[in-house]
C-alpha cells in the first residue's frame, strides 16, 4: 500500500533539490531530477531529457559574473498524487544580489521511477522580474 503522506514528502524533497543543486550551480544534479524523457519548459527554451535540460539551463557556460548569490523560495505547494503519477504547484521568489530578483510558479507532472519522483514536466512561467534582474529578461505574462 502507497502512504499519501511519504509520497507527498518525497516530492517536497524533490522540489527542494532541484532548487538547491540550481542555486549552487550544479546543473548535471539539478536535470537528475527529471526523468529519461522528462521536459522543462521555461520562458524562451524547453527541453526534454536530463542531458538536454543540463544543456538548456547552463546558457551556453556562460553565467553573469555579477551574479554571486542565489536563493529560490518555495511557497505553497500544492501537492496531489495519483497511484504513480503526481502534480504539484507551488509559487517561487528568487533573491540574488540585487534582492528581490524575479518571482513566478512552478506547475508540476511527477512520475514514481525506480530511483523516486521524478519531473516528467516542469513548466516555469515568471510572472515578475526586477528591472535590475541578473537573470536575463524572462517575463512571460
Same mark, same amino acid.
Given at each position: ?38 521536459? $522543462? =519548459?521555461?520562458? /524562451?527554451?524547453? !527541453? &526534454?531529457?536530463?542531458?538536454?535540460? #543540463?544543456?538548456?539551463?547552463?546558457? +551556453? ?17 500544492? $501537492? =496531489?498524487?495519483? /497511484?504513480?503519477? !503526481? &502534480?504539484?504547484?507551488?509559487?517561487? #521568489?528568487?533573491?540574488?544580489?540585487? +534582492? ?42
Amino acid at each position: 500500500m502507497v502512504d499519501l503522506a511519504t509520497d507527498r514528502d518525497a516530492i517536497r524533497d524533490l522540489l527542494a533539490r532541484y532548487t538547491y543543486n540550481g542555486d549552487r550551480g550544479r546543473v548535471a544534479e539539478l536535470a537528475a531530477c527529471f526523468a529519461d524523457d522528462g521536459t $522543462i =519548459e521555461f520562458p /524562451g527554451n524547453s !527541453a &526534454t531529457g536530463p542531458a538536454a535540460i #543540463a544543456a538548456a539551463l547552463s546558457g +551556453g557556460g556562460v553565467r553573469n559574473p555579477a551574479l554571486t548569490f542565489v536563493r529560490h523560495h518555495i511557497t505553497n505547494p500544492l $501537492i =496531489e498524487v495519483h /497511484g504513480d503519477t !503526481a &502534480t504539484a504547484r507551488s509559487y517561487f #521568489a528568487v533573491h540574488t544580489d540585487i +534582492g528581490p530578483d524575479h518571482s513566478g510558479t512552478y506547475s508540476d507532472t511527477l512520475l514514481r521511477t525506480p530511483d523516486g519522483w521524478r519531473f516528467a514536466h516542469r513548466l516555469v512561467r515568471i510572472d515578475w522580474q526586477s528591472p535590475q534582474s541578473l537573470f536575463r529578461p524572462m517575463v512571460t505574462r
